[in-house]
């Protein structure tokens, strides 16, 4: 224990010197940079159909749907990995960054919809006479992607300064944040919310005026994903490897010696907890337009499950792991789902018990394994 708080130790209190990644970190960056930037592109809109380098729209959106859960999958790495709070209610945040992008995206079908009115055909065909006044500012793109940071924000911060300060811990935490989501996913399948209950929000038109569909509307959606997925990682690099992020790190192995220093764990746990629920957010708000509907079963207990089983497939702790295990889960569940889709749950769980029993670092721990490097080496090649 003394070593967690030891100024001489791996483990100090003390920032990280150099450079935030290592030569082969900023390869790996670059590359990725590359390929969302340049190389998807090409290949998807500028490579014939018929070409066997031709990458469809179907691979594109799926890929951008992952790197959207990758996201996820980072946010919870932060509080997880690096905090020691586990949350299975992140899939709420998640939702309510896609009901906030919805909202703006059904406002913008206007009267192209099939009742030909101003207000969604949800509310029409609901004989609601006027929008309600959650959707007061649902026609301003700015006014609701600050909403969408604002509101899972603002539930993200007060659910946590009463859970934090009534010292909730462990598995009592990860029951109560599950039944956030799960409280909140039977309010947004109740018609009168106003938030299209079972069915959510779906046939999407436009986004600021420009037709949703069309494939250069859809690559830059992707672009725009993976350039935040990127941007999200080097902070949460620069997190971990600030004092902040040491301290993070030292509550994690031990809350109470780190009290008895003088550091207020509250108000760290608080503000990395709102930090990585703003993340799913925004996840959230981009997913929405690239797989085309939304709706209350992105609030499931099974939807934030799966977002710790891909920070743990891949790695808890590492930052590049969680997003390799959603990458690897997601694409598992698309082929599994295709070819065997009686099967794609056991193998789920199988999954989940194998690397609990087995694969306690993830992936990335059974890479750094294979090559014969020592934990500092694979934290390193993790970054």
Not at 88 to 95: E, I
Not at 127 to 150: C, G, H, R, Y
Not at 192 to 207: C, S
Not at 307 to 329: E, H
Request: glycine share 12%; charged share 10%.
């Amino acid at each position: 224990m003394g070593a967690v708080l030891n100024s001489s130790s791996d483990f100090s209190l003390q920032p990280r010197r150099g450079l935030l990644l290592g030569l082969k970190g900023w390869t790996g960056v670059v590359a990725a940079l590359i390929t969302v930037a340049v190389l998807v592109p090409v290949l998807n809109l500028l490579v014939p159909a018929g070409s066997a380098l031709h990458l469809g729209d179907y691979y594109v959106a799926l890929v951008g749907k992952i790197m959207c859960y990758a996201i996820c999958a980072l946010a919870m790495d932060l509080i997880w990995g690096y905090t020691g709070i586990l949350s299975l209610g992140h899939g709420l945040f998640f939702a309510l960054g896609g009901y906030g992008m919805g909202m703006y995206l059904m406002r913008q079908i206007g009267t192209d919809g099939q009742y030909r009115s101003q207000l969604p055909d949800f509310m029409v065909f609901l004989n609601w006479k006027e929008l309600p006044w959650t959707w007061t500012l649902s026609d301003s793109f700015i006014a609701q992607m600050l909403l969408v940071i604002l509101v899972p924000g603002l539930l993200a911060f007060v659910f946590g300064y009463f859970a934090f300060r009534s010292r909730i811990k462990g598995v009592y935490f990860s029951i109560i944040t599950q039944a956030l989501t799960y409280a909140a996913m039977l309010l947004f399948f109740r018609n009168e919310t106003g938030f299209g209950g079972n069915n959510g929000f779906t046939d999407f038109k436009r986004i600021l005026s420009i037709p949703i569909a069309q494939p250069s509307t859809r690559m830059v959606l992707f672009v725009l994903t993976g350039l935040t997925l990127i941007g999200f990682f080097l902070m949460a690099r620069a997190i971990v490897n600030s004092k902040y992020g040491r301290v993070l790190q030292a509550i994690r192995d031990a809350e109470s010696r780190v009290m008895f220093t003088g550091y207020d764990p509250i108000a760290y746990k608080l503000s990395i907890w709102t930090l990585s629920a703003v993340m799913c957010a925004i996840a959230g708000a981009l997913y929405v337009p690239q797989v085309g509907i939304i709706n209350p079963g992105e609030m499931s207990p099974a939807a934030s499950i799966e977002i710790a089983i891909w920070a743990a497939v891949g790695g808890r702790g590492t930052l590049i792991g969680p997003i390799v295990g959603a990458f690897f889960v997601n694409g598992a569940k698309s082929w599994f789902t295709q070819v065997f889709p009686e099967f794609w749950l056991y193998f789920l769980g199988a999954l989940f018990i194998a690397v609990t029993l087995f694969l306690p670092n993830g992936i990335v721990g059974l890479v750094g394994k294979l090559t014969g490097r020592s934990k500092k080496d694979v934290k390193e090649v993790r970054a």
